[in-house]
């Protein structure tokens, strides 16, 4: 059976691993979190003592840099040289350093045989910033997910209390809109919606209507294509 793939993309803080996640487990697909392999290559860089902004600096740290997602009891653990880092990467410092690595055309380069390699093999839902523009072109089905930077910084807001984060939601919203600002106006592969792409916004949707939405834009477009 050929495998395919479904490419979501859109802005931080819209939901896209959690929404991603659920509909491969619905679906039987792999979930490949790409968001979180430019995390772990910022805490690499960041460990190594590169300052956000110093490019030149993380050149020489990407050869000693390994990445790997591994699944247990369907929970994706990401790993750093065989470290699970799977929290370390889930801090507003860590999103800094993601936005930063990823708009370094050798950390794309770096990690992009890897990602269309997850694709050939089986039948995946990758989730980033241009997986439907620039790392799966042809992906069967493309969706932009997004939501206003408000809904999204309340969301995000919510999960670092959780978590014990000690920030405001004015602090989020701002770190919000910042990224979204380095995503869309980077020089290489910026934050944009493909042309083929199916726009769903969850500003105004649960989490369970968010699934429910992104899973039957989903059997839709492969449904149409038997």
């Not at 990407?62 to 370390?88: A, F, R, T």
């Not at 995000?156 to 910042?178: C, F, H, S, W």
């Not at 995503?183 to 042309?195: H, N, S, V």
Request: net charge negative; aromatic share 4%; hydrophobic share 40%.
């Amino acid at each position: 059976m050929k495998s395919i793939a479904v490419a979501i993309d859109g802005p931080s803080g819209a939901g896209k691993s959690t929404i991603a996640r659920a509909a491969a487990g619905r679906l039987g697909f792999v979930y490949v979190d790409t968001g979180a392999m430019y995390r772990t290559i910022g805490l690499a860089v960041c460990r190594a003592g590169v300052q956000l902004g110093d490019t030149a600096g993380i050149l020489p740290v990407l050869p000693g840099i390994e990445v790997n997602l591994s699944y247990e009891d369907g929970v994706q653990h990401v790993l750093l040289n065989g470290e699970d880092v799977s929290d370390l990467i889930r801090t507003p410092e860590m999103s800094k350093y993601a936005s930063f690595v990823s708009a370094v055309p050798e950390v794309r380069a770096f990690l992009l045989d890897t990602q269309r390699d997850m694709a050939k093999k089986c039948s995946v839902i990758m989730d980033g910033r241009d997986i439907g523009t620039v790392i799966l072109p042809d992906a069967e089905v493309k969706i932009f997910l997004t939501a206003s930077p408000e809904a999204r910084a309340r969301r995000r807001y919510l999960e670092l209390q959780q978590k014990g984060e000690n920030v405001t939601l004015d602090e989020v919203l701002a770190d919000m809109i910042q990224r979204d600002r380095d995503d869309t106006t980077r020089a290489e592969a910026p934050l944009r919606q493909a042309e083929d792409a199916v726009l769903v916004d969850t500003s105004e949707l649960t989490l369970e209507e968010s699934m429910d939405a992104v899973e039957a834009v989903i059997r839709r477009v492969l449904e149409g294509q038997v």
